[in-house]
Structure formats: C-alpha cells, structure tokens
C-alpha cells in the first residue's frame, strides 16, 4: 500500500509528525518507565516482602525460641495491616509449623518453599503472588523459618496507577503537543506556504514582481525564501534584458529586412512572420501563408527547384541555402536567398524546416553586372591576367591561357615568371614591375611571352598596370593585357619587306628608266648605223654585238623596271589555265628533260583582271626558279585553282582581304629554302646561284607583276622540302565570269557518312568537328591501317574517304587504293601539305585539298565531291542500259 | 506444559526440604534419624530454654557483656533435673562469642560467676539465704521452684500443659541491673513490674 503524502498540506504534514512525535515519544518515555518500574517492583517487592519477613522473624524469635506460638500470632497479626500479604507461617527449626496469619481465612498454602542449604532467604513469584522464605536466625543459630506470601496486586496497582498517570499524560500532552505544533508549525509552514503561494502566484499570472515578505529568521527557509526572492529578481532582469534583445532583433530583422519562416512537414503548412511580407512584396497581414500560396508567388522556373532543395534537406538532414526568384503582386521580379535548417522534437522525429529568407535582387543585379564585365574579359581575345605580390597568378582568362598553352584549371598559382622566357622575366622583374611600383604608372611595351608546351616565344604588346585599393590605395595586385602581336610582327615584316621592296624598286626603276633612254640612244643609233652601213662592211659585226647587247639591257632594264612597277600592262581578262597552256610547249623546252612537268588545272577556274603577258612572265620566272633548285632534275607542278579566302585565312597576310582568288601555284622538289633565304627570295639581285648564273631578277619580276597585279604571292619552303609559290589573283567581280562556280560558300551541309583518316589528333579532331557540326557521319582512323579496319567495320557504307598523305603505318596513297577496291567510285579526298602531291607515283586524276585548308572550304570541297557522285549516279541511273 | 514443571519443582522442593531438614539437624541436635523427631521431654525444653534466656539479657549490671575472652556459665544450684539435656542443649553455644558453660554448684557463694544461675527445687527452702548471697549480684535466677518470682526470683518456670511458660519478675530484673529484652517479656507469661 503506497501512502501518498504529498497529498497533504504541510500544515497538517507537520501537525500530525509532532502529534506522532509527540505521541511516540510519550508512549516509549512511559512504557519505559512503566518497564522500568514493573521490573524494580518485583524486586522492591521482594525487598519489602524479605524485610517485612526479617521484622517478623526478629519480633517471633523469641516466640519462636521460647515456643509461644499465641506471641507470635500476635505479632504476625499485626499484618493485617499489610493488606498485600496473603500469608504468613512461621515454622520451627524441625520445619513443623509454629503460627500463621492468613489475610483470607481458610487459605493455607501447603507446600512452601524451602530454603536451600546455605541461604537465608529464598523468594518465588508464582500464580498472582510473591512467596519469601526467610530463615529466622536468633543470635546465630537457625531456629525457624518465616513463610510470607503476598500478592501481586501492588504490581497490578501499580500497573495500573502509572498506566493511568501514562494515559492522563499522554491526553494532557497530546493536546500540547497539537497546540505548539500548531504555533510552531504556523510559524514554520507560514513562510513556506507564503513561498508556495508566491510561486503560485508567479507561475499563474508570470508576474515576476512580486516578493515574499522577509520573515526576519534566519533559518533555512528564510535563505531559501531569500534565494527566492532574488531569483525573482533575477528573472525580472533577465526578462527586462530578453526584452530589449528581442526589441534589438526585431530592430535588426526590420531593418536587414530578413523575414523567418517555416515549413511544418506534417501538413505541408508554411507560415512566415510579418518580416516575410515585404519580401513578396505584399502588405502586411496578406494571406501568405499556405504552401499552394507561397508557390504561386516563386518564378515558375524556379519552382521545382526549391521544392526539391527542400525536400532533399529533410532528407539529408542538413542545412539548406537556396536563392530562387519570386514575382511580385506588381510584376517585378526579385531574387531571395533562403536558408533552412531541420527541426526535430523531443523524439528526435523532423518537425519542421525553419529558417531566414531575405532579398538579394541588388546583389544579383551586382552579380550579374559583374558577370557582364567577366565575360568581357573572358570573351576578348587579348590576354587578361592578375598577378599577386608573390608572383603567383590569381587571374588569367579563357584568351591568356589559349596564349600560352596554360590549362585554366592549372592557372591559378602558376608563377607568372613561367610565362615569360628566361631573359624577358628578368627584364620584367627587374626593371618594369619596380618602376610600375614606384609609381610611374602602367608599362606598355613589347614583350615576349614562352608558349609553356612548345617553349616558342610569343610575341606579345604587354600593358602592365598596379591594381590599388580604392579606399586606401594599399597595392593590391598586378594586372597585365597583352596582345598576341605575333601576327602584326608578321605584318609588319611583311610591310617592310614590301616597303624595302618597292623602294629597292623604285631605285630601280629610276636607274632603269634612266638606262632605258640611253639604251634607247644605244640601240637606235646602232640600228641607224647597220642601216647606213653595208653588210659586208667588218664594222657591221660589231655593230651588231652593240645591238644585241643593248636589247639584252633592255630586256633585263624591262625586267627591272617590270619588278619596279613600272611596266605598263594591258589589263584584260585572263583565264589562267589558257595562260598555261599557250606555254606548255616553251616551259617543258624551258625546264629540261630532267624536270618533269605536271599541270594540275582546275576545270572551271575563273576570270581575273591582269595582263596576260605578265602572267606569262611569272610562270616563267617561277618555273625557271623551280629549275635551277633542282639541278638533278625532280618535279615541277604547276597548279591552278578558284581560291576562297575567309577571315581566318586572311590573317597574317598583309594585303590579303577575304573574298574569291584564282591560285597559280608552282610547285618542285628542289633543294628548298632558309627562312633567311625566303625572306630575301623577292630582292632584287638576291640569288643563291654562283656568280654568273641568273641575274637575280626573276622573281623581283615575279613579285613586281604581282604588285601591280594586285595579287599576292606566299613561299611555302623548308631545306630540303622543295618549294612552292603561290599567286593569289582577285577574281574578277562576278557577273564577268560565266563560269558557275560558288560565289558565296555553298550549302555544306550533309548526313553522308565519311572517313577520316589523319594521324594527327589535332587536325584529325578539328575536321571531325566541323564535319559532325554540319550533319555528316564521321569514322576516324589515325592511320592507314586503323583506317582499312574500319573500312571493313563500319555498318554503315562510307560516302567518301577523307584522308591525309602522310600517314605512319600506311599512307594515305595506298589507303585510297585499297578504299576504291572497296567502294569503287566513291570520291576520296586527300588533304596533302604543300607538296605531299609531288611525291606520289603516276598522276591519277586525284583530288586534293591543300593544307591548310578553312572549313568552308573544306565543306566546299567535300560537298562538290559528293554532288558530283550523286550526279554521276543519276546519269547512270538515267542511261538506259547499253544493250549490245 | 505447567505441571510438569509443577512437578518438578514439588519434587525439587521436596529435596531442598530434606536437605534443609538434614542441615538443621546436623546443626542443632544430632538426631537419629532425619524421620525421627522425638517429642522434647520438660527438662529438655527448660535446657533450651536457659540456653535462650541469655541471649534475652540486653546488659548485665556492671557486669561486661559476655565474650568471646571468658565463658558463660549456667549454674545449676542443688539437685540437677536436667540430667544430659542442660548439658546438651549448652554443648557448642555460645552467647555473643563466649561459650556456654554448665557448672553445677552446691553452696550459693559459688554463684557469683554464674550469669544465669537455676535454683533447683531441692533448694526450695534455701531461697532466702541464696538470695541474700547473691544479694544484687546481675545473676538471672532460674526455678521452677513455685512463687519463685514472688519470693525473689526473676525467672519462673510455669508448666502449661505441653508447654513449659515462665513468669519474669522484671522490677527484680531491673533491680539487679539486668535488662531484658521486651522479646522476652513479650513470651512471657506474668511479667512483674512492680516487687
């Protein structure tokens, strides 16, 4: 059975402990002492009884003695004043009795006690009464024994009176007890239910101000009502203080503007607090709450990106931080940031998502003016690169690291100084980025840059500049734009070459206009003299020497001045593959029996504006050139060609704009160029033959007519390669031509499925590239042997076989065999470098297009190949089958 | 299970009974058997009782009270009655430390050490002048003699069927020095105040 005591008010709690107290200790005092006293009555008793026993013994002896029993009998009857003694006997020394008193007539006890030897006195409590035996000793000797017995009613009696004083304590003490329990307990329990009725108080209405009253003691209630007191006193601070920060905090939301919000997962229920409405542009008090509501209100765009954001936070378990678009009531758009937090409950169930969401339209516009300027950056093909204190790179974009062979991923802490060669980062180091430091500004100038994969130097016009705090002009870092100047260094030689050129020229030209007139005086008065002279005259002889040598300065003075410009040219239209064949016959006198000749013309080649004899003249000079480097013979081509030119291929070429050429291209096996020599190949007078051998003007020539022409004319050599030289003549406008060629890029587009044969990746990727871009189907191969797996692989048939040359394993040639036994008359493409055609054996009608090649043209190319094919195979689908 | 334990203590009691009896009879009077109580002849209970009337006797005139330095005599004047009893009862007592003494005498001037002195009734005609030698000596005079303590006795033996009772002449007592103890007084029969 369980007692439940807290069920009761500690006035009563304390009342009936002192009762109970009071009550126990009453009851033990009493029953000890009852105790006590029943166990020292007994003996007092016997005390009593053995000197009423003596007294009766000393006042019988001599009865006793002189055998008087009546004397004793008198004495014993004084006994009856003892009302507790029952009996007396007095016995002589034989035992035999001698006199008796009995209280109670007529009641004799029999058999008394004895004494045993050796003790005066033996005493019995047995059956209500006491029995004492005492020897009556007269002067030494044993003469009787006195028999008392007595009754125990002096112990009831006793019992009794001190059961009663016991009971009459107790019901004088009880009450006592209950009175001072009742003052001490008013006096103890009164702080206590005062403390417990504040505490009621406080915890009811949360009123913190009120105190108990100090109750003046010292005890241990009073420190606890103290502590109490102060620890309402604390609260009210704390809450004062709690106040005020949650007055800070909403000072601090409304004016951050950060709205709270939460996301109740059982119901799906989002509710935010009055922060979030301006958020939404909504006015306060507006229904926001709702997660149909609050959806409404996100970009569409952006929807299933929050929900899933969130979602994937509960499960996960982690925070969240999401920026989405909200479109106002009004229609404006405005980008938040939200971030979110799981909530759990004391079961450590997810309760909910909560968090902060605040606007972040301005940074977003910020983020993405930044953005703008970034792709600047990114997008300008200069190089644009930061540079910290140490030397590391902190910046460089997309065009910089294109530059110099960096990967941006690598970028980034690379040392600026190995982007520069040894001596050009010294330089810098040095003396450029101290004197920027010491505040001369930026540095613009000339500078060379090392392509970190191919360690050749670039070009570069470096602007270098210091970036400083705007707020306290502290140094920040280094920044650097740099144009690849390559380029304009190549133009620029170009045009020096040309301007060295045309000066050369025209000194020249003004010598040989000059030497012209006295040629002219020369050779006319020779003439009028072999006219006034007879033939046989011996003077004739000599005469005529004068003439022929003064028509061989001429010739040579025409040659010059033709270099110079200066010549007069008919400008007519020519068709270039006429011009060539009017001159078959004289070249192949003109190259030898050891030079063989191959003209490779295209069919349709334009028109242009130029003088035909001028033209005649080049494809002389440039074969005799050719010639003389092959002093044991080799071969010569001669080209012909309709010329696209892009944007991209026009760069470089000084002079060159994009649009339609006729190409003449002139091709041998020779001994090849030095850049030093090909750099002076146009010079007047430059030539690498002995002394006596040429008079190093047949290419000024060439180059001259160009000039005047208005061409363009590009050396393509190494030692040892051979050369060719290719003319570019504008074509005529169109309208002059009647041939139909391609005036804009044709459509190149296809879906035919081609083969790609290159063994190098870069070119072999860049022509993959632009032909998947434009529909085609393409099967790589990086050889001839890969290239003839495929063949045979492929389950798709190949439209056309798009190969290069030069090809480790197996060329390009024997590739081309073993496709056309495969696919017999389906078109091949070769894409030979500058001269690659001149090594193959026999001269198939091949079809080539020269590296390097755009990818208009490219497209060109392949698109006409495979028309061609189509056209070929609807002529044979046309003509009805030959019967024969 | 109370009786059983009655009885045993009956029967330990009654040991205790024999063993009390035995010891009171090796102490007082041989007896021949512990059964045996024979019934004391007259002479044997005066032996006694003249053994005892010393011990009753609170001072003794200017006689020093006895003991343990000299000896108690009890004279027996003029013909013995008592024959062994005087000298049985008196055998082994003493009175507070001197030893009892029985002394018989024939002429009255033997007297005067005696403390308690008994006249014999052969004396009977004797008493004047016996009194008048022992004159106000503190001698305790014993007789059965009749009148005895009307004719100058102190102690008076007076047969009372069975019991031998005695008469005190206590202004006698007094007049010789001796004080007697009321318990003697109180046992006796006639107690003369007044000569």
Not at chain 2, 107 to 115: H, L, S
């Given at each position: 059975m369980k007692f439940n005591l807290g069920r009761y008010s500690i006035r009563k709690k304390l009342t009936w402990m002192n009762l109970l107290v009071s009550g126990a200790t009453l009851l033990l005092a009493s029953s000890a002492y009852v105790a006590y006293e029943l166990a020292t009555l007994r003996l007092s008793m016997v005390q009593n009884l053995s000197i009423e026993a003596q007294i009766v013994s000393a006042n019988c002896a001599s009865a006793v003695v002189f055998g008087d029993p009546d004397s004793a009998r008198n004495t014993l009857s004084a006994l009856s004043a003892a009302p507790h003694i029952v009996s007396v006997s007095i016995y002589d020394a034989q035992g035999a009795p001698f006199a008796t008193y009995s209280r109670d007539p007529g009641e004799i006890r029999e058999t008394p006690l004895t004494l045993p030897e050796g003790r005066p006195e033996v005493h019995k409590f047995a059956n209500n009464s006491l029995e004492l035996v005492r020897a009556i000793v007269f002067q030494g000797k044993l003469i009787g024994s006195v028999h008392m017995r007595s009754d125990l009613t002096e112990i009831s009696d006793r019992l009794l009176r001190y059961g009663g004083i016991a009971v009459v304590i107790l019901l004088i003490c009880l009450p006592a007890a209950l009175l001072f329990s009742a003052i001490f307990q008013r006096e103890t329990a009164r702080p206590l239910i005062q403390l417990a009725d504040v505490a009621r108080v406080v915890s009811r209405d949360k009123e913190y101000s009120v105190r108990i009253p100090a109750s003046g003691s010292r005890d241990e209630i009073a420190l606890l009502i103290d502590a109490f007191n102060e620890m309402l006193g604390q609260i009210q601070i704390r809450d004062a203080a709690l106040l005020q920060a949650h007055e800070r905090l909403n000072l601090a939301l409304k004016s951050s503007g950060v709205g709270t919000w939460r996301w109740e997962i059982a119901d799906g229920a989002i509710v935010g607090d009055d922060f979030m409405y301006p958020l939404f542009g909504l006015d306060p008090g507006a229904d926001l709450n709702g997660y149909e509501k609050f959806f409404r209100m996100v970009h569409p765009r952006d929807r299933e990106r929050v929900r899933r954001t969130a979602t994937e936070s509960l499960r996960i378990d982690a925070p969240f931080e999401i920026e989405f678009r909200v479109i106002w009531p009004n229609g404006s758009v405005h980008t938040l940031t939200a971030r979110g937090n799981m909530f759990r409950d004391e079961n450590n169930q997810p309760v909910r998502l909560t968090g902060v969401c605040w606007d972040v339209s301005a940074r977003r516009l910020a983020e993405e003016e930044r953005q703008k300027f970034v792709s600047l950056v990114e997008q300008t093909d200069d190089f644009v690169g930061m540079m910290a204190l140490d030397g590391t790179i902190i910046y460089i974009n997309h065009a910089g690291c294109r530059l110099v062979g960096l990967e941006a991923r690598r970028a980034i802490g690379t040392s600026f100084a190995d982007l520069h060669p040894e001596d050009a980062w010294s330089n810098l180091s040095g003396e450029i980025l101290p004197s920027v430091l010491r505040g001369d500004g930026n540095w613009v100038g000339e500078a060379r840059l090392r392509h970190l994969a191919t360690q050749q130097p670039i070009n570069v016009l470096m602007n270098i500049f210091p970036v400083n705090d705007p707020e306290t002009g502290q140094l920040l870092c280094f920044a650097a734009i740099m144009r690849d100047v390559t380029e304009r260094k190549q133009l620029e030689q170009q045009l020096l070459q040309s301007q060295k050129l045309d000066s050369i020229g025209q000194l020249a030209g003004g010598v040989a206009h000059d030497f012209n007139n006295l040629l002219t005086i020369i050779s006319g008065y020779s003439e009028l003299i072999l006219g006034r002279c007879d033939p046989n005259d011996p003077v004739v002889e000599p005469v005529e020497q004068i003439s022929r040598a003064a028509a061989r300065a001429a010739a040579l003075t025409r040659q010059l001045l033709s270099f110079a410009s200066r010549q007069a040219s008919e400008q007519k239209d020519v068709h270039l593959n006429d011009v060539v064949a009017n001159i078959e016959k004289m070249l192949r006198r003109l190259i030898g029996e050891d030079v063989q000749l191959s003209l490779s013309l295209q069919p349709d080649i334009g028109i242009f504006r130029a003088d035909p004899n001028q033209v005649e003249q080049i494809i002389v000079n440039l074969a005799i050139n050719a010639r003389d480097a092959m002093p044991g013979g080799g071969k010569l081509l001669i080209e012909t060609a309709n010329i696209y030119i892009d944007e991209e291929s026009a760069q470089g070429r000084l002079a060159l704009e994009p649009g339609h050429y006729i190409m003449l291209a002139v091709s041998d096996t020779g001994v090849g160029m030095s850049p030093e020599v090909k750099s002076r190949i146009f010079e007047p007078f430059f030539t690498t033959k002995e002394r006596g051998k040429g008079t190093g003007l047949g290419l000024s020539t060439v180059y001259g007519i160009v000039q005047q022409s208005k061409a363009s004319i590009t050396v393509l050599s190494e030692p040892g390669q051979g050369a060719t030289f290719r003319v570019l003549f504008p074509a005529a406008p169109a309208g002059k031509t009647g041939a139909s060629e391609p005036i804009a890029p044709p459509p190149s587009a296809g879906t035919e499925t081609i083969l790609l044969a290159e063994d190098e990746a870069g070119v072999r990727g860049y022509v993959r590239h632009v032909l998947e871009r434009n529909g085609y189907r393409v099967a790589e191969a990086s050889n001839g042997l890969e290239a003839m797996d495929v063949i045979h692989s492929f389950p798709v048939p190949i439209d056309l076989l798009l190969t290069d040359v030069v090809m480790p394993e197996c060329g390009g040639v024997e590739l081309a065999e073993h496709f056309s036994g495969v696919y017999p008359g389906v078109p091949v493409l070769f894409m030979s470098g500058y001269n690659d055609r001149l090594w193959m054996e026999g001269d198939q009608a091949v079809n080539f297009i020269q590296k390097p090649f755009s990818s208009p043209a490219l497209l060109a190319r392949i698109r006409e190949l495979l028309d061609a094919r189509l056209e070929a195979g609807q002529k044979t689908a046309d003509t009805p089958p030959q019967t024969s | 299970m109370t009786a059983p334990f009655r009885s045993r203590r009956r029967s330990a009691a009654r040991r205790i009974l024999l063993a009390v009896l035995l010891a009171i009879c090796l102490h007082t009077v041989p007896c021949a058997s512990a059964q045996d109580r024979p019934h004391p002849t007259e002479y044997q209970i005066k032996a006694q009782y003249l053994t005892d009337f010393g011990r009753f006797v609170k001072k003794w005139g200017n006689r020093p009270a006895p003991g343990p330095d000299e000896s108690f005599a009890i004279c027996v004047l003029g013909?013995?009655?008592y024959g062994q009893s005087l000298d049985t009862a008196v055998h082994g007592e003493n009175i507070g430390g001197s030893p009892l003494v029985v002394r018989r005498i024939a002429?009255?001037?033997?007297?005067?050490?005696?403390?308690i002195l008994f006249i014999s009734s052969s004396e009977s005609g004797q008493l004047q002048d016996i009194f008048g030698v022992i004159g106000t000596a503190p001698v305790l005079t014993v007789s059965d003699i009749p009148d005895f303590v009307r004719r100058g006795g102190i102690i008076e033996f007076v047969p009372d069927g069975n019991r031998v009772k005695f008469e005190i002449n206590l202004a006698l007592a007094q007049r010789v020095g001796l004080s007697l103890s009321s318990d003697l007084l109180k046992v006796a029969r006639v107690v003369r105040r007044t000569p």
């Open positions: - | 013909q013995d009655p002429q009255p001037i033997d007297a005067t050490g005696c403390r």
